[in-house]
């Protein structure tokens, strides 16, 4: 199974915690719609995804949640648009703060724009449609980044922490192209339930 994924131009991957012997492990997950491999490991990062054998010589597009271990593999990589819908509302209540909700409104007329296209017969959207997505995602994300401007240094040590809504505006900004890969390669889903269902 490791060896058919690997190969695979499009697969999806997730990591869950679980309990054997009354200690945190983690479950691996690697799969497409017809191949799933499971991989049960107590680390969750690089080593256990080393280890579960698909991330070290897969060549596709690797669909994940944006954890930073995966970010280690040199791949094309696509993220979770039901992920980001699910942190951009939680901010949007959170913070009493418009743009998360228009963004993830975007996120989800970008959605429904690929699936008509993708009912139609298209393989593409069309340039103009596209740029003018991309136009408004960036203006949202320039707005976000407004209202929540990354801490002032102290002085200390080290990045000070941006907190949940810069984190999120952060990789919103430097993976715009992963977070809108379903739209540009519809070989691409736009989430990654395909693992979380299979994990």
Known sequence: ?????????????????????????????????????????ERRGKTAMDAAGVLPSFTGIAVHDGLASYRRYDLVHALCGAHHQRELLGIAQTSGQDWPTQLSDLLGEIHLAVQTAKATGATALPARQLNKFRKRYDTLVAEGQ??????????KRGRPALGPAGSLLRR???YRDDVLRFATDFRVDYSNNQAERDV
């Not at 719609?33 to 499971?38: A, D, I, P, S």
């Open 172 to 174: 919103l900004e430097l």
């Open 146 to 155: 407004r209202l929540n401007p990354p801490p002032p240094r102290t002085g």
């Open 1 to 41: 199974v490791g060896k058919e994924l690997a190969g695979a131009e499009v697969a999806h991957f997730d990591e869950t915690g679980g309990r054997v012997k009354a200690k945190l492990w983690w479950i691996h997950v690697a799969c497409t719609k017809k191949w799933t491999l499971y991989h049960l490991d």
